[in-house]
């Protein structure tokens, strides 16, 4: 053939998906999961964006002044260059973005387009949020330097929706895409990122908080609908298999307990049976997951830090299967470690026959099996391996009665005496869940003595075994204490300190969050404490017992409400303290969720179905919405049209917007089939067993009247107290203007996002009171005077009442 010719033949068609990568990706496409990785993303994407915002609204100088040295080292480019980088970034990113979204469609691949549209959606979102949160001043020196950069007057902080779709968009595509198009999106963002910086009006510390952003968005989305399942298909681990000389004539997954791994039954040509274990980036995300659970919920329990990469994981399990078999400990011979793609391994190990410990049925867990089971345990410990995670799944029976050990995922060698403890203490609750305490003590005292038995005891407790272990202790009522009995006298313990595991527990964790909440919205308030002391000063401080006797009256309204939308009798002492510390958890989060989740805990503890007590809330509720209401009406037509003066309410046509697009999606919703019958199979007997609950209210004329009047008594209690306030600083407004200006400021206030409505509730209401006729050097002492005593005294009496009711286990 002449040159010629071969320049003149046809060239072979290549599809825009070959271009792209996108087709020879989903061909190995088996489904759609949501990935653990995904959510190990989140976490180190969140963080990462919350570090950000508080930085840059907590360290503002610092930030300021990183971001006028990065303006004054890019000052040397010179106009010309800035106009030419600026034109070639627009062409950049519009190239980009319009390609994102239409070579998925060019290609047909929906999904992926919906993906990244819904990930660009929620940056386009979310971005102006943050910059809202964060809500910081640059300096007046780099806002006019940007701006004379660009030619303008005037420069303001534009946000950084670009970039953080963009993330959203590259993080979303990765999974559907090869390396070789990951790698290029990294350094698409990267330059774009940089280029934002030199030559936009955009604050660089902006553009560098719409990346985590931007990431976090595009992960929330895969996890939320599912990435691409990128596991080793049955023929991928066949012929993984074969490069490594174990041909395989059939391979199917196995339906065992294989923690941290995907198992697999191979059967090869010679006949024989191998059992394999696959790990990949999943399992390691999970693994790693489950490590920064421990490291933040318990100590003291031996874990060390997680291997750099897969695949030092699957070596050291490897060479602790070898070490374990080479010093005469039954385990299954290990055949092979070998690749599996681009981002998964496997373990291939001789089959047993027989079945795990878990299994079998309790007669056949015979007293010469456990000892021979501890036996093994017993040559484990002289050779300091820790094998921890024995439990009865990983301890295998061969048909002729013989134990395995398997499954050294977890597993150390060169131990502290602690870990081994940890493992005798693990196979002991194991086996008295099947045997019982005695023989499960007998049997392991017979194999290793009464010493080495003894010396678990101090980590014989819930904690420190496997979750499922736990969950089987836990269904035996008493087995524990039993067994840990049966330890002392058997081993003759005079004295036993267990070992402290948890690093935080669930009082821990509701204190942690309530000073960090506390510290957010309440301590700022605190600021100007001198001036608010000088403030009510000058009250007439005869009227704080009658303040102080309306705020108390309150508590004892809402306790009447509450106990008047249960059916059942509540304890009345209980009840009322109850509501003290329902004021205390409403600090701690806006729109009143704290407290209603705290009366929530309350009635379920008392024995109320979970279904009757959140309906009983919610008629609490609505009860408390139609009193408010009511005393509005009541209060408005008794104070008189010219009673706020120039105070306007906002616009209804909002509020009638809002509920029109409510109500359209809950139908859209309803319209789905999927949601019907989801709604038919969870939704409707909770609500049936809660129209019972409000049926049983509505036909006790008794409760009717305590529902009701309790919610009245509440808010009446409240306007009482702001008046009695007003009052002690030489009143100036009859009482019915006082009421509508409470009611009217109180309703408006709600719609704040802060705890108990804090700062929008003090500004409703002096602006009411002002607008009402009432001077402002009264109306803002007297405000600072009523919120002492209906928000910053209670909160000390509301802690120490929602103590007592943890400690006497009503919550």
Same mark, same amino acid.
């Given at each position: 053939m002449t040159a010629n010719a071969a320049t003149d033949a046809p060239m072979p068609h290549r599809h825009l998906s070959d271009i792209t990568g996108l087709g020879s990706r989903e061909e190995a496409t088996r489904g759609y999961v949501r990935?653990?990785?995904?959510?190990?993303?989140?976490?180190?994407?969140?963080?990462?964006?919350?570090?950000?915002?508080?930085?840059?609204?907590?360290?503002?100088?610092?930030?300021?002044?990183?971001?006028?040295?990065?303006?004054?080292?890019?000052?040397?480019?010179?106009?010309?260059?800035?106009?030419?980088?600026?034109?070639?970034?627009?062409?950049?990113?519009?190239?980009?973005?319009?390609?994102?979204?239409?070579?998925?469609?060019?290609?047909?691949?929906?999904?992926?387009?919906?993906?990244?549209?819904?990930?660009?959606?929620?940056?386009?979102?979310?971005?102006?949020?943050?910059?809202?949160?964060?809500?910081?001043?640059?300096?007046?020196?780099?806002?006019?330097?940007?701006?004379?950069?660009?030619?303008?007057?005037?420069?303001?902080?534009?946000?950084?929706?670009?970039?953080?779709?963009?993330?959203?968009?590259?993080?979303?595509?990765?999974?559907?895409v090869s390396r070789r198009w990951r790698r290029s999106g990294v350094v698409i963002i990267t330059t774009v990122t940089l280029l934002t910086i030199v030559v936009s009006l955009r604050l660089p510390a902006d553009a560098i908080l719409a990346l985590p952003l931007g990431a976090l968005c595009g992960t929330a989305i895969l996890l939320a609908f599912g990435r691409p399942d990128r596991?080793?298909?049955?023929?991928?681990?066949?012929?993984?298999?074969?490069?490594?000389?174990?041909?395989?004539?059939?391979?199917?997954?196995?339906?065992?307990?294989?923690?941290?791994?995907?198992?697999?039954?191979?059967?090869?040509?010679?006949g024989s049976e191998l059992f394999v274990k696959v790990l990949g980036a999943q399992e390691r995300a999970a693994d790693l997951l489950f490590r920064i659970y421990r490291f933040f919920r318990l100590?003291?329990?031996?874990?060390?830090?997680?291997?750099?990469?897969?695949?030092?994981?699957?070596?050291?399990?490897?060479?602790?299967?070898?070490?374990?078999?080479?010093?005469?400990?039954?385990?299954p011979r290990l055949r092979g470690v070998v690749d599996v793609g681009a981002d998964?391994? $496997?373990?291939?190990?001789?089959?047993?026959?027989?079945?795990? $410990?878990?299994g079998l049925d309790p007669d056949a867990v015979t007293d010469d099996l456990m000892t021979r089971i501890w036996q093994q345990v017993g040559i484990l410990r002289r050779h300091r391996i820790a094998h921890r995670d024995l439990r009865r799944a990983n301890v295998f029976v061969g048909d002729d009665g013989v134990p395995w050990m398997i499954d050294f995922g977890f597993s150390e060698v060169a131990v502290p005496d602690d870990l081994l403890d940890a493992d005798v203490a693990q196979l002991l609750a194991s086996l008295a869940v099947v045997v019982g305490p005695q023989r499960a003590v007998t049997a392991a005292i017979d194999a290793l003595g009464t010493e080495a038995v003894g010396e678990a005891l101090p980590r014989l407790q819930i904690r420190a075994l496997s979750g499922a272990t736990q969950t089987a202790v836990n269904d035996h009522k008493g087995l524990l204490k039993e067994l840990q009995d049966e330890v002392v006298e058997r081993c003759g313990i005079d004295h036993v300190e267990f070992v402290q595991l948890e690093r935080a527990n669930r009082k821990t964790i509701v204190t942690m969050v309530a000073l960090v909440l506390a510290t957010y919205f309440l301590f700022p308030r605190f600021a100007d404490l001198p001036g608010i002391v000088d403030q009510i000063r000058g009250a007439q401080w005869s009227w704080t017992p009658l303040v102080i006797l309306a705020s108390v009256l309150t508590y004892i309204g809402a306790s009447i409400s509450l106990a008047g939308s249960i059916p059942d009798r509540l304890p009345p002492g209980p009840l009322v303290t109850s509501s003290f510390a329902s004021s205390f958890a409403s600090k701690l989060?806006?729109?009143?969720?704290?407290?209603?989740?705290?009366?929530?805990?309350?009635?379920?503890?008392?024995?109320?179905?979970?279904?009757?007590?959140?309906?009983?809330?919610?008629?609490?509720?609505?009860?408390?919405?139609?009193?408010h209401i009511t005393l509005v009406g009541v209060f408005i037509v008794w104070a008189g049209r010219d009673a706020f003066g120039s105070f306007e309410l906002p616009d209804p046509?909002?509020?009638?917007?809002?509920?029109?697009?409510?109500?359209? $999606?809950?139908?859209?919703?309803?319209?789905?089939?999927?949601?019907?019958?989801?709604?038919?199979?969870?939704?409707?007997?909770?609500a049936s067993r809660a129209v019972g609950g409000v049926g049983d209210v509505l036909r006790r004329p008794a409760k009717v009247v305590m529902l009701v009047g309790g919610s009245v008594l509440v808010t009446f209690a409240y306007l009482t107290t702001l008046y009695f306030s007003v009052e002690a600083f030489g009143g100036g407004l009859p009482f019915a203007t006082v009421g509508a200006v409470f009611l009217v400021g109180s309703a408006v206030a709600q719609a704040a996002p802060t705890p108990g409505g804090l700062g929008a509730v003090e500004a409703a209401l002096i602006a009411g009171l002002v607008a009402a006729g009432l001077d402002n050097t009264v109306a803002v002492p007297a405000v600072f005077f009523y919120r002492l005593f209906t928000f910053w005294a209670p909160i000390l009496p509301g802690w120490l009442s929602f103590q007592w009711l943890e400690r006497n286990e009503y919550l």
């Open positions: 990935s653990p990785e995904d959510v190990l993303r989140i976490v180190v994407f969140a963080a990462a964006t919350v570090l950000m915002m508080a930085l840059t609204r907590w360290a503002q100088d610092s930030i300021t002044g990183f971001e006028g040295d990065l303006v004054d080292i890019l000052g040397f480019i010179s106009p010309t260059i800035e106009r030419v980088i600026k034109g070639g970034l627009e062409i950049l990113v519009g190239l980009v973005g319009v390609g994102i979204l239409l070579i998925p469609l060019i290609n047909r691949r929906y999904r992926l387009f919906g993906y990244t549209f819904a990930a660009n959606t929620l940056a386009t979102i979310l971005m102006p949020l943050v910059q809202h949160v964060v809500d910081r001043e640059a300096s007046a020196r780099v806002v006019n330097q940007l701006a004379d950069r660009a030619g303008i007057e005037a420069a303001t902080t534009s946000s950084s929706i670009g970039i953080a779709t963009m993330a959203a968009s590259f993080i979303v595509l990765a999974p559907f596991r080793p298909t049955l023929d991928a681990i066949k012929a993984a298999l074969r490069d490594a000389g174990l041909p395989a004539s059939e391979v199917r997954q196995a339906k065992v307990d294989a923690r941290g791994s995907t198992p697999y039954f191979a059967t090869l040509d010679d100590k003291n329990v031996g874990d060390d830090r997680p291997f750099s990469s897969l695949r030092r994981t699957i070596e050291h399990e490897a060479l602790v299967a070898l070490m374990a078999r080479d010093v005469d400990v039954r385990t998964s391994m $496997l373990l291939a190990y001789n089959m047993i026959d027989g079945r795990s $410990l878990d989060a806006p729109a009143g969720l704290g407290g209603m989740a705290l009366n929530m805990r309350f009635l379920q503890k008392q024995g109320v179905d979970k279904a009757v007590a959140a309906s009983g809330i919610g008629m609490n509720t609505i009860a408390g919405f139609v009193g046509k909002y509020f009638v917007i809002g509920v029109a697009v409510v109500a359209a $999606l809950g139908l859209i919703a309803i319209a789905v089939p999927t949601t019907r019958r989801v709604l038919r199979a969870r939704l409707a007997p909770v």
